[in-house]
Antibody, heavy 115, light 112 residues
Framework: EVQLLESGGGLVQPGGSLRLSCAAS????????MSWVRQVPGKGLDLVST????????YYADSVKGRFTTSRDNSKNTLYLQMNSLRAEDTAVYYC????????WGQGTLVTVSS | DVVMTQSPLSLPVTLGQPASISCRSS???????????LNWFQQRPGQSPRRLIY???NRDSGVPDRFSGSGSGTDFTLKISRVEVEDVGFYYC?????????FGQGTKVEIK
């Protein structure tokens, strides 16, 4: 069974940093692109970033470009999202999902940016 | 960016009756490989999203056959043949043809 488990969320001050992790199991992690999607509580879905299966290419939404970095460690079956220069509008539940079209989703981790 | 427009945004339905959600894109979703990457997701209250349909009309594993997707180009539809209590929640379309991937605003399905 495919499982994705996000961690690393929490409360951070504006301008601060946070690193999210997504531990994958139940499938051949290194064979698949992976995506991060966020959802402001009570609102819709926004794709933040996608990384190719090898990690050689990454793609970002304009709203996070230059502040967020997606990476992966295929030896550890883990996806990461490094978030810097955080803003109040980055407050959201962050989900990791498999592949370019978000086949399977994790349970999400809440990031709150507030002073 | 490709704008995805869903309608209606709220859909009260009687149990056992059909439901239909429309999703329109601001550009054609036909990719250079000939495929149309239009997906549908369900998000039940308090849960993560779950993909129901990919490439317009293909059901994901475990998705009941009362869910069906159709459409082409810029105009797509998700249909539930007979709504059940477990179908309550939000439904989102998402295009996977253009970068950045974009979602519709979501449609809330509730029981009358």
């Amino acid at each position: 069974e495919v499982q994705l488990l996000e961690s690393g969320g929490g409360l951070v001050q504006p301008g601060g940093s946070l690193r999210l992790s997504c531990a994958a199991s139940g499938f051949s992690f290194s064979a698949y692109a992976m995506s991060w999607v966020r959802q402001v509580p009570g609102k819709g879905l926004d794709l933040v970033s996608t990384i190719t299966n090898s990690g050689g290419n990454t793609y970002y939404a304009d709203s996070v470009k230059g502040r967020f970095t997606t990476s992966r460690d295929n030896s550890k079956n883990t996806l990461y999202l490094q978030m810097n220069s955080l803003r109040a509008e980055d407050t959201a539940v962050y989900y990791c999902a498999t592949n370019w079209n978000c086949d399977v989703w994790g349970q999400g981790t809440l990031v709150t940016v507030s002073s | 960016d490709v704008v995805m427009t869903q309608s209606p945004l709220s859909l009260p339905v009687t149990l056992g009756q059909p439901a239909s959600i429309s999703c329109r894109s601001s550009q054609s979703l036909v990719y250079s490989d000939g495929n149309t990457y239009l997906n549908w997701f369900q998000q039940r209250p308090g849960q993560s999203p779950r993909r129901l349909i990919y490439k317009v009309s293909n059901r994901d594993s475990g998705v009941p056959d009362r869910f069906s997707g159709s459409g082409s180009g810029t105009d797509f539809t998700l249909k539930i043949s007979r709504v059940e209590v477990e179908d309550v929640g939000f439904y989102y379309c998402m295009q996977g043809t253009h970068w950045p991937r974009t979602f519709g605003q979501g449609t809330k399905v509730e029981i009358k």
